[in-house]
C-alpha cells in the first residue's frame, strides 16, 4: 500500500500551521496548485489531487471548484481514478447539484463492468446520493443485478434497491419477486439485504405486506438457525451469531406479524426462544433482546410471552449500564397504556431514575413518572415529583409543572393537598407554568369555601417572602381582595395565623403594584384586590382612595381605566359599592367557550339593584366581570383577554323575568335528532323540538323551524325561558331566514341542566317578519321527548 | 442511518458521511451545533439523545467520537454495535488505529466504511469479507497504479 506522498506532505503542512491564518494560507496555496492541475492535461497525479481537495473540504473549505474533476476522474478507466472520483462524489455532490446528473451515464456503464470492485463503486454511489431521476433511469440495471451476478453484487444491489425505494416509491414493485428469492441465499450479507428490503417494501406498501406474510415461517426458519447453530467464526460477536442479521429478521418479523393472529402464533416460539437463550451480559446480547421485546409488544403475542417482555425490560431497568435503563424506559413508555400493571411493578426504580445524572434519562423517567400516577399512589409519587421540581433542568420544569397539575386535578385525595401542591409548584417553579394556572386555581379556591382562611394565610404568607412569581402573586393578591377580611380576623383553624393590622396587609399590596418586577397584568389584579379591600376592612379607607387615585394617572392604559372606575365608584356611586364589591359567587368549571350567554338562575349572593345606575355598573361589570346579565344584554368585553381572569359569566342572576335576551353562543352543533315533535304549527310555521339527554342531569334540546308558506321569512328568532333552577345556554341558530316552501330549514340548539330535577316546561317565543308585518307568538311546551317522565 | 460524523475533542471534523440529501451549508451547521452538543456532556452520560427531531447515538473512543444519526424504528443499542464494529475493522486495518492514522488516510477510512455500509445500512456483517474485499480493491488500485507508472515510463 503505498502512501500518497503529496497528500500527506499537504496534511503536515496544514496541521503544522500555528495560526488559523497561516492554515488559510497554505490552504490557498494548495487549492490554487489543485486547480492549475486540474487544468492541465491528463497527468498521473490527479487522484492525489483530487483527494488532498477532499481533505481541504472536509476542514470547511469550499471545494466546489473540484465538482467536475470528480466527474472527469470516475470516467477515467483507472480504477484508483475512479476511486477517488467516487468518494469525490459522494463528499461534494448531492442531488440538488447539476454536476450530479452528468455522472448517471458513467454510473450506468460501471454498473455492467466485469470488475466486481468497479461495479461496487457504482452501486454505493447510487446508493448514497442518488437522486430521484438517477433512481429511475437505473432502477432495472439494478434489478438485473439482483438476480444475477455473484453475492457481493447481490449485497449491494439490494441495499441499492433500498435506496431506490425510499426515493421513489412506485419502484417497489419492480424488486419484490427479486427480493422474495434472495431470501434463499446462503450469504448472510445477501440474506441482510433482502430483509432490509423486504422491510422497505412491506412497510410501504400494504399489499406487498400482504404477500410476504408467506415469509414469515422462512424467516423463522433462518432466525432458528443462527439462535440455535453453534459457533460461527464469520459472524460471531460475544457469542452471539450474527446479531446485525437477528436485529433485522426480529424487525421484519414485527411488522408482518402486527394486526395478524396466523403470523404472530408461528413466531411465538421462536420469540420465546430468543428471548430465553439469547445471553445478556454483553450489549449486543440486549440489542437483540431489546428487538425481541420490541416485537413480542407489538405483535398479537399470547400472555406468556407478553410478561415474559415485560420481565426482560424490568432487568433492563436494574441494569448498570445507562443506556439499557435508558432503553427499557422507551420501551415501557410505549406499552404503560396498554399493560399498565405490569409497568407499575417497576415503579419503584423508575421513580429513582429521576434522580440519575443523565439528562435524556431523567426526561424518560419524568414521562414514564407521570403516566404511572394512580389514585392509590398519588401522595408518594406526588412527593418525589415535588422535589424532582425543585432539582430537575430547566427545560423540563413546565413539563413536570402541568404534569403535576394533571394528576393532582385528577387524584387529589383531598382538596387542601390540592391546593398546597398547586402552591408548592407555584412558588418552586413560578414561572414556568402556563396561563391557564391562575384561574384554574382561582376556581379551584373558591371552590373550597371551609379552606379560604387556610388558603389566604398561606398565600399571604408567601407573598411576604417572594414578590417575583406572577402566577403567585396574581393568585395571593386576588385572594388577599376576596378574603382579606379572614386574614384580618386573625384566627385560622387549619395554620397558625397572623396577627396583620390593615396597613400590613395594603403594604403588601402596594408593593407589588410598584414593583418593576410585576407585570401588567399582576399589577391589575393587585390594584382591583385593594379596591375589594375597601369593603372589608374598616379603618384605612382612606388610603385606599388615595391609592386608587394615584393610578388614575397611570401611564398603563388598563390600570389607569380601571382606577378612574374605582374612582367613580367611590365618589358618585358609593352606595353601589358594598354591593358591587361582595364576596364572588362560586366559579363553576366551565370548558373554554363558555364566554357569553345568559342563564335564567336564582342569584346565589350578588344582588343587583336594577334600574337608573346601568352605566357605571355595566363599566364595573365588563372589569369585574362579577355580574352576568341584567334586563340589557351584556356584550362580552374585549378587554377579558389578558387583564382580568377569564371568568366564565355562567353564574349571573336576573331579577327573574320569565324570558332574556340571548346572545349567540358558539356555532351550532347539530346533533341528530332522537325522537321529534311538533310544538308549533301555525300560519304555515312549524317547530320541532328534539331532545338528547347528555348526562343526569343535562339535556340537549334541538329546535328546528321550517316554513310552508310561500313568502319567505325574515327574522326567524326563537327565545326561550325555564323555571328558576333550571340553567339554559342557548347556542347560535343556524340562520334567521326561512325561505319559503320548506327550502330551508332553521336549526337552534338549547343546552339545559336540569341539577335539581324539577319538572321541565320552557315557553318559547317566537317572532318573525313575515310579507313586511312582525309575526310574534308564544308556546308553552310541558313534556320533552325521550325524557321518560 | 441519516449520517456518521467522526470528530476529535477539539471539535475538528475527521470524517462526515451523509446518506441524505442536505446542502453543504445544512451539513456545515448541523455538524457544527451536533459536536457542541455531544462535546458539552459529560464522561458517564447515556449514549443516546434526541436532539431536534434525530436519535442520535455516539461512542468515544480514545480522543475521536463517533456519532451516528439513525431514525426512529432504529435499534440504538445495535447502532453502538455497528459503530464498534467500524472501529474493529479500521484498527485490523491499519494495526491499532489512533486518531492520527485516520487523519493522514483519510480516503481509506471513507473506502473501508463504504465496504460496510451502503445507503446507511450494513451490507456485509463478517469482519473478514468486509476485510477481504478492501484488501482485494486495494490491490486492483496497486496493479492499476503499476500499470500506470509502467505507461508514463
Same mark, same amino acid.
Not at chain 1, 438517477?134 to 443485478?145: Q, T
Not at chain 1, 401542591?421 to 384561574?439: M, W
Given at each position: 500500500m503505498s502512501p500518497s506522498v503529496p497528500l500527506q506532505e499537504m496534511i503536515r503542512a496544514i496541521r503544522s500551521a500555528r495560526t488559523q491564518c497561516e492554515e488559510r494560507g497554505v490552504i490557498q496555496r494548495e487549492c490554487a496548485a489543485i486547480r492549475a492541475q486540474f487544468r492541465?492535461? @491528463?497527468? &498521473?497525479g490527479r487522484s492525489h489531487n483530487l483527494a488532498k481537495l477532499l481533505y481541504v473540504h472536509m476542514l470547511g473549505y469550499p471545494a466546489h471548484f473540484g465538482q467536475m474533476e470528480c466527474v472527469r476522474m470516475i470516467a477515467s478507466p483507472r480504477y484508483s481514478e475512479k476511486r477517488v472520483g467516487y468518494l469525490g462524489a459522494m463528499m461534494l455532490l448531492d442531488e440538488k447539484q447539476d454536476a450530479s446528473l452528468l455522472i448517471t451515464n458513467s454510473i450506468k456503464n460501471d454498473l455492467s463492468n466485469s470488475n466486481q470492485y468497479i461495479q461496487s463503486l457504482a452501486l454505493c454511489t447510487l446508493a448514497c446520493m442518488g437522486s430521484a431521476e438517477m433512481c429511475r433511469d437505473l432502477a432495472p440495471e439494478i434489478d438485473r443485478l439482483l438476480r444475477a451476478s455473484n453475492s457481493y453484487i447481490k449485497k449491494k444491489a439490494a441495499l441499492c434497491a433500498v435506496h431506490i425505494v425510499r426515493k421513489? =416509491? @412506485? /419502484? $417497489?414493485e419492480l424488486f419484490t419477486k427479486a427480493a422474495r428469492s434472495l431470501l434463499t441465499e446462503k450469504n448472510h450479507g445477501v440474506v441482510h439485504g433482502a430483509v432490509v428490503l423486504i422491510t422497505e417494501l412491506c412497510e410501504r406498501n400494504s399489499e406487498t405486506l400482504e404477500r410476504f406474510r408467506k415469509t414469515v415461517p422462512d424467516l423463522v426458519q433462518i432466525m432458528k438457525g443462527l439462535v440455535i447453530s453453534g459457533y460461527s467464526p464469520d459472524h460471531d460477536v460475544a457469542g452471539i451469531s450474527d446479531p446485525f442479521l437477528q436485529v433485522r429478521i426480529l424487525r421484519l418479523l414485527r411488522i408482518l406479524g402486527r394486526n395478524n393472529e396466523g403470523a404472530s402464533d408461528a413466531m411465538n416460539d421462536l420469540l420465546a426462544q430468543v428471548a430465553t437463550n439469547t445471553d445478556s451480559t454483553k450489549t449486543v446480547g440486549n440489542a437483540v433482546l431489546y428487538e425481541t421485546v420490541l416485537t413480542v409488544l407489538d405483535i398479537k403475542s399470547e400472555s406468556g410471552l407478553r410478561v415474559l417482555a415485560v420481565n426482560i425490560l424490568g432487568r433492563f431497568l436494574l441494569n448498570n449500564d445507562r443506556n439499557i435503563r435508558y432503553i427499557a424506559m422507551t420501551s415501557l413508555q410505549k406499552i404503560v397504556g396498554t399493560d399498565h400493571n405490569a409497568v407499575q411493578r417497576h415503579r419503584g426504580t423508575i421513580v429513582d431514575c429521576l434522580k440519575d445524572q443523565d439528562a435524556s434519562v431523567k426526561r424518560r423517567a419524568l414521562d414514564l413518572s407521570l403516566a404511572l400516577v394512580s389514585a392509590s399512589n398519588i401522595r408518594s409519587m406526588m412527593k418525589e415529583l415535588l422535589s424532582f421540581l425543585s432539582s430537575c433542568p430547566p427545560e423540563l420544569r413546565s413539563q413536570t409543572a402541568s404534569g403535576i397539575f394533571n394528576a393532582a386535578e385528577r387524584y387529589a385525595p383531598s382538596q387542601r393537598w390540592h391546593i398546597d401542591t398547586i402552591l408548592h409548584v407555584l412558588t418552586t417553579a413560578g414561572g414556568d407554568v402556563r396561563d391557564e394556572t391562575v384561574p384554574n386555581l382561582i376556581q379551584l379556591i373558591t371552590n373550597t369555601s371551609e379552606l379560604h382562611c387556610y388558603t389566604v394565610h398561606k398565600l399571604y404568607r408567601a407573598l411576604l417572602s417572594d414578590i417575583s412569581q406572577q402566577p403567585l402573586v396574581q393568585v395571593a393578591c386576588w385572594c388577599i381582595g376576596e378574603y382579606g377580611d379572614l386574614l384580618l380576623r386573625g384566627e385560622c383553624q387549619e395554620t397558625e395565623p397572623v396577627q396583620v393590622t390593615e396597613d400590613d396587609v395594603l403594604d403588601v399590596l402596594e408593593t407589588v403594584l410598584q414593583s =418593576?418586577?410585576?407585570f401588567p397584568s399582576t399589577r391589575g389584579f393587585a390594584l382591583t384586590a385593594t379596591m375589594k379591600l375597601s369593603t372589608r376592612i374598616t379603618e384605612n379607607v382612606d388610603r385606599i382612595r388615595s391609592i386608587v387615585s394615584i393610578y388614575g394617572s397611570c401611564i398603563d392604559v388598563e390600570l389607569q381605566q380601571r382606577a378612574v372606575e374605582y374612582n367613580a365608584l367611590f365618589k358618585k356611586y358609593d352606595h353601589m359599592r358594598a354591593a358591587v364589591l361582595e364576596r364572588m359567587p362560586v366559579i363553576e368549571k366551565n370548558s373554554q367557550g363558555h364566554i357569553n350567554g345568559e342563564t335564567i338562575k336564582e342569584s346565589q349572593t350578588v344582588k343587583v339593584k336594577p334600574g337608573e345606575p346601568q352605566q357605571p355598573a355595566n363599566q364595573v361589570c365588563d372589569l369585574l366581570d362579577l355580574l352576568g346579565g341584567s334586563e340589557q344584554p351584556l356584550q362580552p368585553s374585549p378587554a377579558l383577554g389578558s387583564t382580568a381572569p377569564p371568568m366564565p359569566v355562567s353564574t349571573a342572576n336576573t331579577v $327573574? &323575568? @320569565? /324570558?332574556l335576551d340571548l346572545l349567540g353562543g358558539l356555532e351550532p352543533t347539530p346533533i341528530t335528532p332522537v325522537a321529534t315533535v311538533t310544538v308549533y304549527e301555525k300560519d304555515g310555521v312549524t317547530v320541532t323540538l328534539s331532545c338528547e339527554k347528555q348526562s343526569d342531569s343535562g339535556l340537549t334540546v334541538t329546535l328546528t323551524a321550517s316554513n310552508s308558506t310561500e313568502s319567505d321569512i325574515r327574522g326567524f328568532t326563537l327565545q326561550a325561558a325555564v323555571p328558576k333552577s333550571v340553567q339554559l345556554h342557548m347556542k347560535a341558530p343556524s340562520g334567521d331566514s326561512l325561505p319559503a316552501r320548506g327550502a330551508a330549514k332553521v336549526t337552534q340548539m338549547v343546552v339545559l341542566n336540569n341539577p335539581n330535577k324539577v319538572n321541565l316546561k320552557m315557553r318559547l317565543r317566537i317572532s318573525y317578519t313575515s310579507q313586511g308585518s312582525a309575526v310574534q307568538d308564544t308556546v308553552q311546551i310541558d313534556s320533552f321527548p325521550g325524557l321518560g317522565q | 442511518m441519516q449520517f456518521m460524523l467522526l470528530f476529535s475533542r477539539q471539535g475538528k471534523l475527521r470524517l462526515q458521511k451523509w446518506y441524505v440529501p442536505l446542502s453543504d451549508k445544512e451539513r456545515k451547521k448541523i455538524s457544527r451545533d451536533l459536536v457542541q452538543t455531544i462535546l458539552a456532556r459529560k464522561p458517564k452520560m447515556c449514549s443516546f439523545l434526541e436532539w431536534r427531531d434525530l436519535k442520535i447515538v455516539y461512542k468515544r473512543y480514545a480522543s475521536l467520537y463517533f456519532c451516528c444519526a439513525v431514525e426512529d424504528q432504529d435499534n440504538e443499542l445495535i447502532t453502538l454495535e455497528i459503530i464498534h464494529r467500524y472501529v474493529e475493522l479500521l484498527d485490523k486495518y491499519f494495526g491499532s488505529v489512533c486518531e492520527l492514522d485516520i487523519i493522514f488516510n483519510f480516503e481509506k477510512a471513507y473506502f473501508i466504511l463504504d465496504e460496510f455500509l451502503l445507503g446507511g445500512e450494513a451490507?456485509?456483517?463478517s469482519k473478514k469479507n468486509v476485510l477481504k474485499a478492501i484488501e482485494q480493491a486495494d490491490l486492483l488500485q496497486e496493479v492499476h497504479s503499476v500499470l500506470l507508472q509502467f505507461s508514463a515510463l
Amino acid at each position: 500500500m503505498s502512501p500518497s506522498v503529496p497528500l500527506q506532505e499537504m496534511i503536515r503542512a496544514i496541521r503544522s500551521a500555528r495560526t488559523q491564518c497561516e492554515e488559510r494560507g497554505v490552504i490557498q496555496r494548495e487549492c490554487a496548485a489543485i486547480r492549475a492541475q486540474f487544468r492541465q492535461a @491528463d497527468n &498521473g497525479g490527479r487522484s492525489h489531487n483530487l483527494a488532498k481537495l477532499l481533505y481541504v473540504h472536509m476542514l470547511g473549505y469550499p471545494a466546489h471548484f473540484g465538482q467536475m474533476e470528480c466527474v472527469r476522474m470516475i470516467a477515467s478507466p483507472r480504477y484508483s481514478e475512479k476511486r477517488v472520483g467516487y468518494l469525490g462524489a459522494m463528499m461534494l455532490l448531492d442531488e440538488k447539484q447539476d454536476a450530479s446528473l452528468l455522472i448517471t451515464n458513467s454510473i450506468k456503464n460501471d454498473l455492467s463492468n466485469s470488475n466486481q470492485y468497479i461495479q461496487s463503486l457504482a452501486l454505493c454511489t447510487l446508493a448514497c446520493m442518488g437522486s430521484a431521476e438517477m433512481c429511475r433511469d437505473l432502477a432495472p440495471e439494478i434489478d438485473r443485478l439482483l438476480r444475477a451476478s455473484n453475492s457481493y453484487i447481490k449485497k449491494k444491489a439490494a441495499l441499492c434497491a433500498v435506496h431506490i425505494v425510499r426515493k421513489v =416509491h @412506485d /419502484l $417497489g414493485e419492480l424488486f419484490t419477486k427479486a427480493a422474495r428469492s434472495l431470501l434463499t441465499e446462503k450469504n448472510h450479507g445477501v440474506v441482510h439485504g433482502a430483509v432490509v428490503l423486504i422491510t422497505e417494501l412491506c412497510e410501504r406498501n400494504s399489499e406487498t405486506l400482504e404477500r410476504f406474510r408467506k415469509t414469515v415461517p422462512d424467516l423463522v426458519q433462518i432466525m432458528k438457525g443462527l439462535v440455535i447453530s453453534g459457533y460461527s467464526p464469520d459472524h460471531d460477536v460475544a457469542g452471539i451469531s450474527d446479531p446485525f442479521l437477528q436485529v433485522r429478521i426480529l424487525r421484519l418479523l414485527r411488522i408482518l406479524g402486527r394486526n395478524n393472529e396466523g403470523a404472530s402464533d408461528a413466531m411465538n416460539d421462536l420469540l420465546a426462544q430468543v428471548a430465553t437463550n439469547t445471553d445478556s451480559t454483553k450489549t449486543v446480547g440486549n440489542a437483540v433482546l431489546y428487538e425481541t421485546v420490541l416485537t413480542v409488544l407489538d405483535i398479537k403475542s399470547e400472555s406468556g410471552l407478553r410478561v415474559l417482555a415485560v420481565n426482560i425490560l424490568g432487568r433492563f431497568l436494574l441494569n448498570n449500564d445507562r443506556n439499557i435503563r435508558y432503553i427499557a424506559m422507551t420501551s415501557l413508555q410505549k406499552i404503560v397504556g396498554t399493560d399498565h400493571n405490569a409497568v407499575q411493578r417497576h415503579r419503584g426504580t423508575i421513580v429513582d431514575c429521576l434522580k440519575d445524572q443523565d439528562a435524556s434519562v431523567k426526561r424518560r423517567a419524568l414521562d414514564l413518572s407521570l403516566a404511572l400516577v394512580s389514585a392509590s399512589n398519588i401522595r408518594s409519587m406526588m412527593k418525589e415529583l415535588l422535589s424532582f421540581l425543585s432539582s430537575c433542568p430547566p427545560e423540563l420544569r413546565s413539563q413536570t409543572a402541568s404534569g403535576i397539575f394533571n394528576a393532582a386535578e385528577r387524584y387529589a385525595p383531598s382538596q387542601r393537598w390540592h391546593i398546597d401542591t398547586i402552591l408548592h409548584v407555584l412558588t418552586t417553579a413560578g414561572g414556568d407554568v402556563r396561563d391557564e394556572t391562575v384561574p384554574n386555581l382561582i376556581q379551584l379556591i373558591t371552590n373550597t369555601s371551609e379552606l379560604h382562611c387556610y388558603t389566604v394565610h398561606k398565600l399571604y404568607r408567601a407573598l411576604l417572602s417572594d414578590i417575583s412569581q406572577q402566577p403567585l402573586v396574581q393568585v395571593a393578591c386576588w385572594c388577599i381582595g376576596e378574603y382579606g377580611d379572614l386574614l384580618l380576623r386573625g384566627e385560622c383553624q387549619e395554620t397558625e395565623p397572623v396577627q396583620v393590622t390593615e396597613d400590613d396587609v395594603l403594604d403588601v399590596l402596594e408593593t407589588v403594584l410598584q414593583s =418593576h418586577m410585576s407585570f401588567p397584568s399582576t399589577r391589575g389584579f393587585a390594584l382591583t384586590a385593594t379596591m375589594k379591600l375597601s369593603t372589608r376592612i374598616t379603618e384605612n379607607v382612606d388610603r385606599i382612595r388615595s391609592i386608587v387615585s394615584i393610578y388614575g394617572s397611570c401611564i398603563d392604559v388598563e390600570l389607569q381605566q380601571r382606577a378612574v372606575e374605582y374612582n367613580a365608584l367611590f365618589k358618585k356611586y358609593d352606595h353601589m359599592r358594598a354591593a358591587v364589591l361582595e364576596r364572588m359567587p362560586v366559579i363553576e368549571k366551565n370548558s373554554q367557550g363558555h364566554i357569553n350567554g345568559e342563564t335564567i338562575k336564582e342569584s346565589q349572593t350578588v344582588k343587583v339593584k336594577p334600574g337608573e345606575p346601568q352605566q357605571p355598573a355595566n363599566q364595573v361589570c365588563d372589569l369585574l366581570d362579577l355580574l352576568g346579565g341584567s334586563e340589557q344584554p351584556l356584550q362580552p368585553s374585549p378587554a377579558l383577554g389578558s387583564t382580568a381572569p377569564p371568568m366564565p359569566v355562567s353564574t349571573a342572576n336576573t331579577v $327573574g &323575568g @320569565d /324570558l332574556l335576551d340571548l346572545l349567540g353562543g358558539l356555532e351550532p352543533t347539530p346533533i341528530t335528532p332522537v325522537a321529534t315533535v311538533t310544538v308549533y304549527e301555525k300560519d304555515g310555521v312549524t317547530v320541532t323540538l328534539s331532545c338528547e339527554k347528555q348526562s343526569d342531569s343535562g339535556l340537549t334540546v334541538t329546535l328546528t323551524a321550517s316554513n310552508s308558506t310561500e313568502s319567505d321569512i325574515r327574522g326567524f328568532t326563537l327565545q326561550a325561558a325555564v323555571p328558576k333552577s333550571v340553567q339554559l345556554h342557548m347556542k347560535a341558530p343556524s340562520g334567521d331566514s326561512l325561505p319559503a316552501r320548506g327550502a330551508a330549514k332553521v336549526t337552534q340548539m338549547v343546552v339545559l341542566n336540569n341539577p335539581n330535577k324539577v319538572n321541565l316546561k320552557m315557553r318559547l317565543r317566537i317572532s318573525y317578519t313575515s310579507q313586511g308585518s312582525a309575526v310574534q307568538d308564544t308556546v308553552q311546551i310541558d313534556s320533552f321527548p325521550g325524557l321518560g317522565q | 442511518m441519516q449520517f456518521m460524523l467522526l470528530f476529535s475533542r477539539q471539535g475538528k471534523l475527521r470524517l462526515q458521511k451523509w446518506y441524505v440529501p442536505l446542502s453543504d451549508k445544512e451539513r456545515k451547521k448541523i455538524s457544527r451545533d451536533l459536536v457542541q452538543t455531544i462535546l458539552a456532556r459529560k464522561p458517564k452520560m447515556c449514549s443516546f439523545l434526541e436532539w431536534r427531531d434525530l436519535k442520535i447515538v455516539y461512542k468515544r473512543y480514545a480522543s475521536l467520537y463517533f456519532c451516528c444519526a439513525v431514525e426512529d424504528q432504529d435499534n440504538e443499542l445495535i447502532t453502538l454495535e455497528i459503530i464498534h464494529r467500524y472501529v474493529e475493522l479500521l484498527d485490523k486495518y491499519f494495526g491499532s488505529v489512533c486518531e492520527l492514522d485516520i487523519i493522514f488516510n483519510f480516503e481509506k477510512a471513507y473506502f473501508i466504511l463504504d465496504e460496510f455500509l451502503l445507503g446507511g445500512e450494513a451490507q456485509e456483517t463478517s469482519k473478514k469479507n468486509v476485510l477481504k474485499a478492501i484488501e482485494q480493491a486495494d490491490l486492483l488500485q496497486e496493479v492499476h497504479s503499476v500499470l500506470l507508472q509502467f505507461s508514463a515510463l
